[in-house]
């Protein structure tokens, strides 16, 4: 109320005494005109909004959610807010009513009240209450993302310099997954995002994550299914994910792990059932880990140090 009232004040007065720096133009129609601009920005972004699997150009907000969790998370963020901007526009308002009543020249002999024993007891409980709503929902999160659902799949990820190493321990095989130099993109590959050889797994079921890493710490995290973990050396992290919607998922390393950090890209591809059966038993001849040949070799490369 104030800062309209301030604004229009400020307006008339320009308008009559011919400062206007904007020209004839009343204030409520450079208003308007703002607002149709920030109108048409927004149609114009609508489209561009938030991408699924991949970020979108003049993307505004989270990438579209492929996943429960991911869901939760961008509600959760939405509730907060709400939640930030009335707060923000509360102190806002406090601020301006003492800047135009308070001042020295509206208010020449101010008042000598230091304490108010209601106001006080106020501002102590008030926020107590809007920080314990806000730990409901954010504990709630936090043991979802933590409590991982019986899984049908299960997926080693090793994070390494500079690439990701799939694993499905069930059916004994392990890929590495390289992105796809700029130079070699064929047609409808993203540039920075495409992979060699994509991470696939089924639709709809849950797939618990093992995560680790080689060398460094690496961080393996894709945003549309809401998943972000630590690769640490030496240690074996979990987190799980329930693609809800089939196609390809994208992901980056988050954790700065080197000259090539930001060349280890995660591409997830979410298939139906049928799909998932046929590329596993083509990847388990693709891939599979010769179990017989490893021992006998390491025990040659081992033999020379033990005379
Ligand atoms: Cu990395």
């Not at 509206?106 to 304490?115: D, I, L």
């Amino acid at each position: 109320m104030y800062l309209i009232r301030l604004f229009c004040l400020r307006g008339a007065s320009a308008a009559r005494t011919g400062h206007d720096r904007g020209g004839s133009m009343p204030v409520l129609s450079r208003l308007r005109a703002t607002a149709l601009i920030f109108g048409i920005l927004l149609a114009s972004a609508g489209a561009a909004w938030a991408g699924m699997g991949q970020p979108t150009p003049w993307q505004m907000d989270f990438q579209d959610a492929a996943s429960p969790v991911m869901q939760d998370v961008a509600d959760f963020h939405f509730f907060l807010l709400w939640v930030i901007a009335a707060i923000s526009a509360f102190v806002l308002v406090l601020l301006l009513i003492c800047i135009v009543r308070f001042n020295s020249r509206a208010n020449p002999t101010p008042s000598r009240t230091t304490h108010n024993t209601p106001i006080e007891i106020l501002w102590t409980i008030v926020p107590v209450i809007i920080l314990a709503a806000i730990a409901v929902p954010s504990f709630r999160l936090l043991f979802v993302q933590l409590e991982i659902p019986k899984p049908d799949l299960t997926v080693k990820v090793t994070g390494k310099q500079w690439f990701w190493s799939y694993s499905y321990p069930d059916s004994n095989f392990e890929f590495d997954s390289l992105m796809v130099p700029e130079k070699d993109l064929k047609p409808g590959q993203l540039r920075l995002l495409a992979v060699d050889n994509e991470m696939v797994v089924p639709v709809n079921k849950v797939v618990h994550v093992l995560v680790t890493g080689a060398d460094v710490i690496h961080s393996f995290a894709v945003t549309s299914f809401g998943i972000r973990m630590d690769a640490v050396p030496g240690r074996v992290n979990e987190t799980w994910f329930k693609a809800t919607t089939e196609g390809v998922f994208y992901g980056q390393c988050s954790e700065l792990c080197g000259k090539d950090h930001s060349f280890m890209p995660i591409a997830v591809r979410v298939v139906n059932e049928s799909e998932f059966n046929k590329w596993l038993s083509g990847a388990k001849q693709k891939y599979a880990i010769d179990t017989s040949a490893a021992p006998r070799a390491l025990a040659a490369t081992a033999a020379p140090a033990i005379q």
